[in-house]
């Protein structure tokens, strides 16, 4: 009797460590998939970021470059349009390196 009983007891122990540990290998296999998915979702959510973030920088660039190419016209445009005054500056030249 003692022993029908203890050995009925190592059965359900036995029955609960395997049921322990399907559910431990099912919990694994959970956290496994979910954590993969979690990584899938914050790769595709930070492609997006970045893409969005180097287009707007690209954008801001080309407008720079435009605004510098205007403001660089303009001063080319303004240097062309002075008159230039050869004689006094050769006087100045003179002046300053011969002390005339």
């Not at 973030?53 to 080309?62: A, C, N, P």
């Not at 303009?74 to 005339?100: P, T, W």
Request: glycine share 4%.
């Amino acid at each position: 009797m003692k022993t029908d009983t203890l050995g009925h007891l190592i059965e359900i122990e036995s029955k609960a460590a395997a049921m322990l540990m399907d559910a431990q290998t099912e919990a694994d296999r959970r956290t496994a998939e979910v954590r993969s998915q979690a990584d899938a979702d914050y790769k595709v959510q930070y492609e997006k970021l970045v893409n969005e973030l180097e287009s707007e920088t690209e954008r801001h660039i080309r407008t720079l470059k435009q605004q510098y190419d205007t403001a660089f016209d303009a001063y080319k445009a303004e240097l062309a349009a002075c008159a230039q005054d050869a004689s006094a500056f050769n006087g100045l030249l003179k002046n300053l390196l011969c002390g005339n």
